[in-house]
């Protein structure tokens, strides 16, 4: 077992790991920033906060923000910057992110990245942020959005040809009914992967030049991938 794996493993026993400050998983729809999320929570106490998780609580609870960001997610298009960076700033008041969290899925946009860097430095920047891009090719992300299935009840997530569960379309922790997410279909995949081309991609490349950033390869099991993340942030944080 190599030292991150172990580090991954004896994290679970203690739950003892430093933690690690403010860290964003980037990458493509699909590459596993959530999988990797909760890999990640597990490992340092620190919450993921995903930004569609949020706002699809919204349009499940019918509030002003999810009434508007509903129709754009259908879409596959994005929600405008300002409604998303006031509902992730409300959530880092809460106190559970004081020692760091796990952006899922945000920023998104350049002008998000911006607003997150201006955040920060007004707090003073205490630790400051490491970027994580996940890679995966397009062929694969097809095939992971489109098998796609989450139990409704526990979150966990399968896919009907990598991981598919014991019982066609029932979870097999909770035996509750198999969803799809309304936007994990082929047409609106290809414009996510738009949205992400145009929009998304480039905030990649602004972490990459500040620095604190590592890249990834999200084909691998997902263990793999969390020692994977765990080393380049013990190395990144030295
Ligand atoms: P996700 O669960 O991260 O794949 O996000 C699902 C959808 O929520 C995206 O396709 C967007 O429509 C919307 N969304 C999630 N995060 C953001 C964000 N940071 N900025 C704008 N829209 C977002």
């Given at each position: 077992m190599s030292s991150s794996m172990y580090a991954v493993e004896k994290g679970r026993e203690t739950g003892s790991n430093t933690a690690p400050g403010p860290i964003l998983l980037l990458g493509a729809p699909g590459v596993g920033k959530g999988t990797q999320a909760k890999e990640l929570v597990k490992l340092w106490g620190i919450p993921q906060i995903s930004t569609g998780d949020l706002l699809r609580a919204n349009v499940a609870k019918g509030t002003p923000l999810g009434k508007v960001a509903k129709e754009l997610m259908g879409r596959g298009e994005l929600v405008p910057d300002s409604l998303v960076d006031e509902m992730v700033a409300a959530r880092l008041k809460e106190p559970d992110t004081a020692k760091g969290y796990i952006l899922d899925g945000?920023?998104?946009?350049l002008g998000q990245a911006n607003w997150l860097d201006g955040r920060l430095a007004a707090e003073g920047n205490a630790l400051p942020v490491i970027a994580v891009s996940i890679q995966v090719d397009y062929n694969q992300l097809l095939r992971r959005i489109t098998g796609r299935r989450n139990c409704?009840?526990?979150?966990t997530i399968y896919n009907i040809f990598m991981n598919p569960p014991?019982?066609?379309?029932?979870?097999?922790?909770?035996g509750a009914a198999l969803v799809q997410r309304a936007d994990d279909t082929e047409n609106v995949f290809k414009e996510r992967m738009r949205a992400y081309a145009g929009l998304t991609a480039p905030v990649v490349e602004h972490y990459r030049q500040l620095g604190r950033f590592a890249e990834v390869?999200?084909?691998?099991p997902i263990q793999v991938i969390a020692a994977g993340i765990v080393d380049a942030v013990e190395r990144l944080r030295k």
């Open positions: 945000f920023p998104r946009t409704p009840v526990c979150a014991k019982r066609d379309g029932f979870c097999d922790v909770e390869n999200g084909d691998r």
